[in-house]
């Protein structure tokens, strides 16, 4: 039972953390202003920093729109400048690639998201991403660089979403950046290819 | 058995925690998965699956003695053996409680404190993780941004104990189980078990040195490098003496001006000549280098190869104890002799033997190995004799026999319950050999013992006998006589690493066909292919072969018109043959196979990947596979050959200097029928337009050196390409930019975030 309460104790300080005013007001107004207020929290005294209150995640952009995933699960980023398509995969793997000797597998998260219209952008960027067990390249067009983000500042993504991306989403910040649940992507069933001959 | 056997067992049980670590976790997710399907008809292999893993591990729980969890194992087989035949059905209370089964084998495997099980998150709150507030949290949280995965606030934490819903636990062991967990809770993140190996310390010093060595190469590399700078710097300055004798030469003729040249032609000669000499000794290096490179690595390679070799008692000591128990189980008498333990093998290959050993060995005492009265009467010792034995085939080869001197196995009964099951229908049963009929054993779901019990009898074993041999690059086969024995052949490589393969092109991609599987290479004209029952057939060596085309195999675009000459490799694999053409053979290569990673877990008709001298990942295919494949391909096969469209084939060059999109656009193109050419960048596709015939070309706008806009403008100011159509695709969406596009000339331009490949194509249709 000890450790039970042990649990709660550092639950009721997780609650603490987490019921903390938001260091950066939700604020609709452009990115710029936005990056300024994160700059100013970033340069406020860090004594109100607590493990939980933000996170460190990985921002990039996908045909446009801006997503981030947390770092932890990242082991590294390197461009893509080559790659071989893989004959009788499913449409999400764009092919295989060759990272210092290992072949590492590369998913498009758009098609495996079941997006409707997957029109043509430049992913030329990798995170690959590994949670021990599944290791899997994501793909990406751009890298925009590590973001400590406030927990604060996530929202709840709209309830009318229902497709296979928000299933995977755990929440969009004001500026409207799209935290993925890369630990929940990695351990999805869907990503993995099984296929037999019929 | 005094210590060492308690030893054994304990060295067992870790290797089995590993095991089931694996299995638990794949069960758990299949469970979900099937929660999540509504369609009864699609449940159908994830039962097939979960019950695989299941008999798996129930069969590894016997070998380590553990035996309540055996027993749960089996009565889940049996559940799921009824829903799967539609004896029960399924509903959520009967998946709630699977799922509890699975969690109550996890504690009966992985006794001691919650969260032992690998999984540290399982247990404890989320800390980690803030994305689950805790449950005391207030409805009101300001920051909760999946609400879906809150509890509600009057529920307990789930690490508490609940009262025990009021499902019945199958068997006496599953006791206090812990309450799934809430669904969307994000999963804990689980690593794999490390396994570890013993290294000699003379190999590993050896190692250490050889790595040493590497350091030599590098700096081999460095003085190279050097060189070749050197010699660049001289051509820049070569090139500025031509500049000047150009110059000179261009001035007309003047006093002194053919002295002058000379001088400059003659100093060129000279720089020249060192240039040369320069030239040859850096590749007289750069050989050096590479002889002392390649031995460095090749040795290094073998002894990093050493240290996954393990003999192979490794993976069958345990398999003695084994056969004791289950003799005294199933009340028969029996000896199990070891040949070839000490050949050594991959340990990786080894890691993937031992289940299929274990079922082997399981059915044939469960099947095989007759009761002790029942031999006697047949005049055979009461005491049953298994034997597995390994021995060397050829270079990489390896053969494993696993005999016994039981009852045999009857291929009637094999086509019978073949038939009963409707694996194969009466024509098919008619016109199968005894020995055809015998390999049916390896068919999943095929069981000819009318007894089910705990040991084996669901037909399973056999079948994952043969997927664990295919997945190697190997392959099973069975002889058995009635009453005298049965003899298991498993052939397997010995080590992954190297081999060779046949590199061939198809539908402009490359693939490597394992040589160990291909019987010759040969050119058969169009006019040799004969259509015997709406199936191509060639004859080879007076053979009469099906051909299958491979392009069709892998699903890829297949050329509107058949060569004159089909390039064909005969493939041989398990005592059959098959014809398959290819677009191009460029000959065997020595390849590193290497695997295409956790999440590619199994692609039809690929067994792996290798990476060529040029970087170049090439995949490798399964032969066994593209067996399977080429009887579907066949039967699917609708249109005859000649009767397709005879359009003349547009040719398309793609200028895109992103390699995915590059990559994507040659895919939908070549899909709709067009040739396809690619540049890397405007000034790469100029260079092409000049050279070679198009009918159209695809360009990006933003690409360096020349982008769209220069190299249309490049296009439609040359006379003899002003016509040739151009169409922009862009990321850019402005105004501005869509007429600068038809200011330069473009006849379309299309943004690539709202075009769809159907679009393009038409487009490109409409313009060619």
Known sequence: ????????????????????????????????????????????????????????????????????????????????????????????????????????????????????????????????????????????????????????????????????????????????????????ILADRRIVVHEEVE | MGVDGADLLQRLLVIFQGEAEDHLRALNSLLEALGQEEDPAARKPLLESLSRRMHTLKGAAHAVNLLDVAEVCQVLESILADVKRGDMEFSAPLLDRLQREVQGLEQGIFPGPPGAFGAPGMAAAPVEDPIVPPAEAPEAAPSTFLPAAKPPASEPPASEPVSPPPVEPIASRATPVEPPLPAGQPQPVRSAPVETVRVPVPLLEQLLLQAEELVSAKLMVSSLVEGLGELSRNIALRADQRARAEALARSGPAEGTPAALAQLIREQLERESRLGQRLQSLTQKGQASLWALGGMVDTLLGDVKELQLLPFTSVVESFPRLVRELCAELGKEADLHLRGGELEVDRRILAELKEPLLHLVRNILDHGIEPPAERRERGKPARGRVTIALRHLDGNRAEIEVTDDGAGIDPARVKGAALRQELITEAEAAALSDAEALNLIFESGLSTSSMITSISG????????????????????????????????????????????????????????????????????????????????????????SLARLARILELPEPEDDPPLHQVVVLDAAERRIALAVDAIFGVQEILA???????????????????????????????????????????????????GKAR???????????????????????????????VDGSDALALVKSEEFDIVVSDVEMPRMDGFQLTAAIRGDQRLAELPVILVTGLESREDRERGIDVGANAYLVKSSFDQGGLVEVIRKLS
């Open chain 1, 1 to 184: 039972m000890s450790a039970q309460q042990d649990r709660n104790t550092i639950a009721d300080g997780t609650a603490g953390v987490i019921h903390a005013p938001p260091a950066v007001a939700p604020n609709p107004a452009g990115p710029k202003e936005i990056l300024a207020a994160r700059a100013r929290a970033l340069a406020a005294a860090p004594e109100a920093e607590t493990a939980g209150e933000r996170i460190e995640v990985i921002e990039f952009e996908l045909s446009g729109e801006r997503y981030a995933v947390r770092a932890a699960l990242v082991t590294e980023i390197f461009p893509l400048t080559d790659f071989t398509p893989l004959f009788c995969a499913p449409a999400f793997v764009l092919g295989i690639t060759n990272l210092r000797g290992k072949i590492v597998s590369i998913v498009d998260l758009r098609r495996f998201f079941e997006l409707p219209s997957v029109g043509l952008s430049n992913l030329n960027r990798v995170i690959l991403a590994s949670d021990g067990v599944m290791e899997v390249g994501i793909l990406a067009d751009a890298i925009a660089g590590i973001v400590s983000l406030p927990v604060a500042e996530l929202q709840a993504p709209p309830a009318a979403l229902t497709g296979v991306r928000e299933e995977f989403l755990t929440g969009v910040t004001g500026d409207r950046l799209a935290l993925l649940d890369l630990g929940r």
């Open chain 2, 458 to 545: 669901r037909g399973l074993g056999c079948a994952i006998v043969r997927e664990s041999l295919e997945k190697l690059g190997g392959h099973a086969a069975v002889v058995s006589q009635i009453g005298t024995g049965t003899v298991f052949r498993l052939v397997l490589p010995l080590n992954f690493a190297m081999m060779d393969a046949l590199l061939v092109e198809v539908s402009g991609r490359q693939a490597l066909i394992p040589s160990s599987s291909v019987r010759l290479t040969c050119r058969v004209s169009a006019a040799e292919v004969k259509g015997v029952e709406n199936r191509e057939t060639v004859t080879v060596e007076g053979e009469v072969l």
């Open chain 2, 594 to 644: 290497k695997p295409l990673g956790p999440q590619l877990s199994r692609v039809r008709n690929v067994a792996g990947a290798t990476v060529l001298g040029n970087g170049q990942v090439v995949p490798i295919l399964n032969v066994n596979d593209l067996f399977r494949s080429a009887l579907t391909a066949a039967q699917a096969k609708a249109q005859p050959l000649s009767g397709r």
């Open chain 2, 649 to 679: 084939q547009l040719s398309v060059l793609v200028a895109e200097d992103s390699i995915t999109s590059r990559t994507l656009l040659k895919n939908i193109l070549e899909g709709a029928g067009f040739a396809v050419r690619t540049a």
